[in-house]
Protein backbone atom coordinates (compact mmCIF):
# COMPACT_ATOMS: atom_id res chain seq x y z
CA UNK A 1 0.00 0.00 0.00
CA UNK A 2 1.32 3.33 -0.86
CA UNK A 3 1.12 6.22 1.71
CA UNK A 4 0.34 9.58 0.65
CA UNK A 5 2.27 12.52 1.43
CA UNK A 6 1.25 16.13 1.88
CA UNK A 7 1.56 17.45 -1.40
CA UNK A 8 2.80 20.66 0.30
CA UNK A 9 5.36 20.09 2.88
CA UNK A 10 6.09 16.55 1.70
CA UNK A 11 5.81 14.74 5.41
CA UNK A 12 4.59 10.95 5.36
CA UNK A 13 3.78 10.90 9.01
CA UNK A 14 1.19 13.42 9.18
CA UNK A 15 -2.16 12.03 8.04
CA UNK A 16 -3.76 13.73 4.93
CA UNK A 17 -6.59 16.20 5.76
CA UNK A 18 -7.59 16.97 2.50
CA UNK A 19 -7.79 14.64 -1.02
CA UNK A 20 -5.96 16.15 -4.27
CA UNK A 21 -8.24 17.88 -6.63
CA UNK A 22 -8.16 19.19 -9.50
CA UNK A 23 -6.29 22.65 -8.18
CA UNK A 24 -4.74 21.33 -5.26
CA UNK A 25 -2.46 18.90 -3.92
CA UNK A 26 -3.25 16.47 -1.58
CA UNK A 27 -2.29 18.44 2.17
CA UNK A 28 -1.97 17.58 5.46
CA UNK A 29 -4.09 19.98 8.57
CA UNK A 30 -1.45 22.36 8.88
CA UNK A 31 -0.94 22.51 5.29
CA UNK A 32 -5.04 22.87 4.13
CA UNK A 33 -5.19 25.46 7.11
CA UNK A 34 -2.31 27.74 6.22
CA UNK A 35 -2.90 27.72 2.28
CA UNK A 36 -6.28 27.65 2.43
CA UNK A 37 -8.18 31.19 1.11
CA UNK A 38 -10.47 32.91 3.24
CA UNK A 39 -13.90 31.66 1.88
CA UNK A 40 -15.53 34.60 3.81
CA UNK A 41 -15.13 38.14 2.58
CA UNK A 42 -13.28 40.41 5.34
CA UNK A 43 -15.99 42.12 7.81
CA UNK A 44 -16.80 45.36 7.16
CA UNK A 45 -17.35 48.04 9.76
CA UNK A 46 -20.50 49.22 10.22
CA UNK A 47 -21.44 52.66 11.65
CA UNK A 48 -23.17 51.85 14.45
CA UNK A 49 -27.17 53.23 14.49
CA UNK A 50 -27.99 57.04 15.58
CA UNK A 51 -29.22 57.01 19.22
CA UNK A 52 -31.87 59.97 17.61
CA UNK A 53 -32.75 59.88 14.50
CA UNK A 54 -32.09 63.61 12.23
CA UNK A 55 -36.03 64.60 13.13
CA UNK A 56 -35.84 63.88 16.68
CA UNK A 57 -32.40 65.71 17.05
CA UNK A 58 -33.87 68.81 15.62
CA UNK A 59 -37.15 68.36 17.64
CA UNK A 60 -35.30 68.22 20.25
CA UNK A 61 -33.07 70.79 20.21
CA UNK A 62 -36.02 73.26 19.36
CA UNK A 63 -37.46 71.85 22.73
CA UNK A 64 -34.57 72.87 24.47
CA UNK A 65 -34.50 76.35 23.60
CA UNK A 66 -38.19 76.67 24.06
CA UNK A 67 -38.13 74.57 27.84
CA UNK A 68 -35.09 77.36 28.68
CA UNK A 69 -37.44 80.30 27.85
CA UNK A 70 -40.37 78.52 29.33
CA UNK A 71 -38.95 78.42 32.73
CA UNK A 72 -37.44 81.99 32.49
CA UNK A 73 -41.24 83.32 31.61
CA UNK A 74 -42.98 81.02 34.50
CA UNK A 75 -40.17 80.12 36.93
CA UNK A 76 -42.19 79.16 40.03
CA UNK A 77 -44.21 75.56 40.83
CA UNK A 78 -47.39 75.50 38.96
CA UNK A 79 -49.12 72.66 41.35
CA UNK A 80 -47.36 73.96 44.70
CA UNK A 81 -48.12 70.88 46.73
CA UNK A 82 -47.15 70.64 50.83
CA UNK A 83 -43.85 69.37 49.79
CA UNK A 84 -43.40 72.21 47.08
CA UNK A 85 -40.03 74.09 46.39
CA UNK A 86 -41.67 76.79 44.65
CA UNK A 87 -39.18 77.08 42.08
CA UNK A 88 -40.20 75.68 38.65
CA UNK A 89 -36.95 73.65 37.43
CA UNK A 90 -39.33 71.05 35.12
CA UNK A 91 -41.58 70.60 32.40
CA UNK A 92 -44.39 68.34 33.19
CA UNK A 93 -46.12 67.70 29.57
CA UNK A 94 -49.92 67.52 30.89
CA UNK A 95 -50.50 65.30 27.61
CA UNK A 96 -47.49 63.46 27.19
CA UNK A 97 -44.89 64.30 24.89
CA UNK A 98 -45.63 62.00 21.78
CA UNK A 99 -46.09 63.78 18.42
CA UNK A 100 -46.24 67.13 18.37
CA UNK A 101 -47.70 67.79 22.30
CA UNK A 102 -43.54 67.66 22.80
CA UNK A 103 -43.82 71.41 21.43
CA UNK A 104 -47.43 72.40 22.51
CA UNK A 105 -46.68 74.89 25.52
CA UNK A 106 -50.43 75.22 26.13
CA UNK A 107 -49.93 71.38 27.71
CA UNK A 108 -46.79 72.53 29.40
CA UNK A 109 -46.36 72.98 33.22
CA UNK A 110 -43.46 74.38 34.94
CA UNK A 111 -43.09 72.56 37.96
CA UNK A 112 -40.51 71.68 41.35
CA UNK A 113 -39.13 68.39 41.15
CA UNK A 114 -41.39 67.11 44.27
CA UNK A 115 -44.69 67.96 42.71
CA UNK A 116 -43.55 66.68 39.09
CA UNK A 117 -42.96 63.19 41.08
CA UNK A 118 -46.03 63.66 42.43
CA UNK A 119 -48.20 64.20 39.57
CA UNK A 120 -45.90 61.12 37.84
CA UNK A 121 -46.72 58.99 40.35
CA UNK A 122 -50.33 59.83 41.10
CA UNK A 123 -51.81 59.54 37.89
CA UNK A 124 -55.88 59.37 39.09
CA UNK A 125 -54.80 63.08 41.06
CA UNK A 126 -52.89 64.32 38.51
CA UNK A 127 -56.29 63.85 36.09
CA UNK A 128 -58.35 65.37 38.84
CA UNK A 129 -57.06 68.24 39.37
CA UNK A 130 -56.63 68.89 36.32
CA UNK A 131 -52.50 68.28 36.12
CA UNK A 132 -53.00 65.88 33.77
CA UNK A 133 -55.14 65.03 30.66
CA UNK A 134 -56.01 61.64 29.12
CA UNK A 135 -54.66 61.29 25.57
CA UNK A 136 -57.43 58.56 24.81
CA UNK A 137 -60.79 59.11 24.80
CA UNK A 138 -62.57 56.00 26.13
Same mark, same amino acid.
Given at each position: ?7 ICNNPNKPIWKAKTRDN ?57 ? %?? #? ?5 ? /?????? +??? =?? &? %?? #? ?5 ? /?????? +??? =?? &? ?14
Open positions: MIKKVCGPCMCKDCYVSEKPSQKPPIKAREPIKKTSDKQAKINRAYTDMRVQYLKMIHHCQVSST %DC #THVATQI /HHRAGR +IGN =NM &L %DT #TTWLSVC /HTCHEL +IER =NP &LWAYEKGYSIKRLNK
